[in-house]
């Protein structure tokens, strides 16, 4: 069964602190790995797509890379309004098309 | 270009009635999916539209329901309410069945069952 997880569940960051979020999965041929964003009570916002190990998207302060079993979100130089819960999503490769989501992070940052 | 839509964006029923949501997808797009997500938890795949016909399915019963329309649009439906389906309920639309790329999706429809 394909699964994803987060950490870590909560993060609080002080503006201008970097820090990096974390998704692990376990699916059968990856199709893709999708970070979205969601502001509470919003649906989620397409960040980044990444398709194979060591390919990296780039997006003002974030930055996704991706291995064979995780995938990083790094957050440099945060602002407050990068506060959100940040999802992380993948999509098998054996013909399914449903994306199997994580339970998120939740991102405060603190001016 | 237009987003995606759905209506209502809340709403309130009581154990046992049936609610109908609607969807309409971002314009170019011609497949729709449905995802109910749980207060704290990451959205969870209900059904998938392509083509106006059913093109995979979560792990819901068959009291979850669908449609959509030649326009693309879609409706999710849900029978016999019970008080675990209080969630918020997205729509998200992409450009193919067969290829699903990203998905894009509406700001949801918040269900209280009580």
């Known amino acids: 069964e394909d699964q994803v997880t987060q950490s870590p569940e909560a993060l609080r960051l002080q503006e201008g602190e970097s820090s990096s979020l974390n998704c692990s999965y376990t699916?059968?041929?990856?199709?893709?790995l999708f970070w979205y964003r969601q502001d509470p009570g919003k649906g989620p916002e397409f960040l980044f797509t990444?398709?194979?190990a060591g390919e990296e998207k780039e997006k003002e302060r974030l930055k996704a890379t991706l291995t064979k079993k995780e995938s990083f979100l790094h957050i440099t130089a945060p602002k407050p309004e990068d506060s959100a819960t940040y999802l992380c999503a993948v999509q098998a490769a054996t013909g399914g098309q449903n994306f199997v989501f994580g339970p998120g992070t939740r991102l405060s940052v603190l001016p | 270009e237009t987003g995606v839509t759905q209506s209502p964006t809340h709403l309130i029923k009581t154990r046992g009635q049936q609610v109908t949501l609607r969807c309409s997808s971002q314009?170019?797009?011609?497949?729709v999916s449905w995802y109910q997500q749980a207060l704290g938890q990451g959205p969870q795949f209900i059904f998938q539209?392509?083509?106006?016909?059913?093109?995979g399915r979560g792990n819901f019963p068959p009291r979850f329901s669908g449609l959509q329309f030649p326009n693309y649009s879609s409706e999710l439906n849900v029978n016999a309410l019970e008080l675990d389906d209080s969630a918020l309920y997205l729509c998200?639309?992409?450009?193919?069945?067969?290829?699903?790329?990203?998905?894009?999706f509406g700001e949801g429809s918040r269900l209280t069952v009580l």
């Open positions: 998200a639309s992409s450009r193919t069945g067969k290829d699903t790329g990203e998905l894009f």
């Open positions: 539209y392509y083509r106006e016909e059913e093109n």
């Open positions: 990444l398709y194979s």
């Open positions: 314009s170019g797009h011609n497949t």
């Open positions: 699916v059968s041929g990856l199709r893709g």
